[in-house]
């Protein structure tokens, strides 16, 4: 089984600033096979990113992507109020599916 | 626009079993392009993916439950159904049942539509 490691657990950040959130993996995930889903309290998590680093539909481009093999990286260019949330990283590479133990992004 | 929904009860005995059903509208869970999953999550923590079923019935279950869980397929009803077997206190999470696509860069699938969730407490 494909173990994630999220870090850091939780980033508190300002509206506005930028955000990056780590993803590693313990083996390398082939061909960019990881996906990010954003959760608010309350709701199931969305689908944020697949492939590492195409946004899924509807997903507004201060969302980036990027990595390969066992690190991915998950950038929010500016925070908007709505972006606070957690955040999960998933591989889909091998079953079974995984996924990380998510970051936190909360307000300073 | 799919939507699936959770039902089933949110109070569980230990030792009994945990019984649950996601209903699918607005599509078909026959059209044989997905996979349908269940996934958990207990109070506080991260997200575990128990397993998946095909229209046609065929499973796949995560090692950590696969000793206890079923899931099945009515596709008369457009649903799919878990039961969890043997259930402790361990077990008490929000349970969500998920559309897997095949995402078009990778090896496999992605959780593109999710249930809102129904939490299931296990508690005597």
């Known amino acids: 089984e494909i173990v994630l490691t999220q870090s850091p657990g939780t980033l508190s950040l300002s509206p506005g600033e930028r955000a990056t959130l780590s993803c590693r993996a313990s083996q390398s995930v082939r061909s960019s096979s990881l996906a990010w889903y954003q959760q608010k309290p309350g709701q199931a998590p969305r689908l944020l990113m697949y492939?590492?680093?195409t946004r899924a539909t509807g997903i507004p481009d201060r969302f980036s992507g990027s990595g390969s093999g066992t690190d991915f990286i998950l950038t929010i260019s500016r925070l908007e109020p709505e972006d606070f949330a957690v955040y999960y990283c998933q591989q889909y590479d091998f079953r079974p599916l995984t996924f990380g133990g998510g970051t936190r992004v909360e307000i300073k | 626009q799919v939507q699936l929904q959770e039902s089933g009860p949110g109070l569980v005995k230990p030792s009994q079993t945990l019984s649950l059903t996601c209903t699918v509208s607005g599509g078909s869970i026959s059209s044989g392009d997905y996979f349908w999953s269940w996934i958990r999550q207990p109070p506080g923590k991260g997200l575990e993916w128990i397993g998946y079923i095909y229209y046609s019935g065929s499973a796949y279950y995560g090692p950590s439950l696969k000793s206890r869980v079923s899931i099945s397929v009515d596709t008369s009803r457009n649903q799919f159904s878990l039961n969890l077997y043997s259930v402790t206190a361990a077990d008490t999470a929000v349970y969500y049942c998920a559309r897997e696509v095949n995402v078009p860069v990778g090896n496999g699938d992605a959780f593109d539509i999710w249930g809102q969730g129904t939490m299931v407490t296990v508690s005597s």
């Open positions: 492939g590492a680093s």
